[in-house]
């Protein structure tokens, strides 16, 4: 098998690619005078089986995927890994006019796999023409997280609807998770702790799927340190990480942040090559 790294996922693609001993083909990635992207594979892709890893953080990563997908065309199988899947967060629709974005990119995207990681919603997967599998990267963050040398370490969600990815990286590493719960006091007053640990003394790990602008996290992060928390990190699959999220973040006293590469960003400490390699070996070469 081949792999193809699109342009917003070169890193991790060399990865998976040196994961399984596959070949990684060379592209070119520019873009004419007019501003539309050009697209090329190098290499030969061959006309048996290749892989693409792009994640989809903008509309032209959107637009460069599906190029790659049509210059494999004469290929028998292809495989598409969508590491971050740009306007999966846009899966309902409000307002009368409104599209159900994540159903319009996910209907053109043609290939025989499709692969995303700890998509927003999985009922999304339903919307593309192929068989669709979401990986769950959390536990490759645990296991980072179970090799740091942390004080009696403890891994929050940052709500009940999180509660999966806090249990999903302590899963079989011994390490404690809770949730955040919001108890309303008064018409004004509300406060937040986790449900059923105390976090005093303790050195504890926020994680959630994304981290976009990190408002959110940096009140919570600011709480837990005034409950008497050692240390407090953020966790998370996705670093969007927009505009001035990390300064918000380290400006409310984070020790530290831990992210996957399925976006590359300064964070991405945790790779998962591993998770997609596994996935892309049980499909059959």
Not at 4 to 21: E, K, M, P
């Amino acid at each position: 098998m081949n792999i193809i790294g699109g342009y917003a996922s070169q890193l991790l693609a060399g990865r998976v690619s040196d994961v399984l001993r596959f070949n990684l083909l060379v592209c070119e990635f520019r873009r004419f005078p007019d501003g539309e992207l050009y697209t090329r594979i190098l290499d030969d892709p061959g006309t048996e089986s290749v892989t693409i890893i792009q994640s989809t953080v903008n509309d032209s990563d959107f637009v460069l995927l599906l190029q790659l997908i049509d210059a494999c065309c004469d290929v028998a199988k292809v495989n598409v890994v969508i590491p971050y899947m740009g306007y999966a967060r846009q899966d309902k629709q409000f307002k009368g006019g409104e599209p159900i974005s994540a159903r319009a990119i996910a209907r053109c995207i043609k290939a025989d796999n499709v692969y995303t990681i700890n998509i927003h919603d999985p009922s999304i997967l339903e919307y593309f023409d192929a068989k669709a599998v979401n990986l769950d990267a959390t536990p490759v963050i645990g296991e980072y997280i179970k090799n740091m040398e942390l004080k009696n370490p403890l891994i929050i969600a940052p709500d009940d609807g999180a509660i999966g990815l806090a249990r999903n990286a302590s899963k079989d590493l011994g390490l404690d998770y809770d949730f955040l719960e919001k108890t309303r006091l008064s018409g004004e007053l509300v406060t937040i702790k986790p449900k059923n640990v105390a976090v005093n003394g303790r050195d504890v790990i926020i994680i959630d799927d994304i981290i976009s602008t990190a408002g959110t996290m940096a009140e919570t992060i600011s709480l837990l340190r005034s409950q008497g928390a050692h240390e407090v990190y953020v966790a998370c699959v996705h670093p969007v990480l927009s505009s001035n999220a990390v300064l918000k973040l380290f400006k409310a006293g984070v020790k530290g942040i831990i992210a996957t590469d399925t976006i590359d960003r300064g964070a991405s400490v945790v790779s998962v090559a591993p998770v997609i390699a596994e996935a892309i070996s049980k499909t059959g070469f």
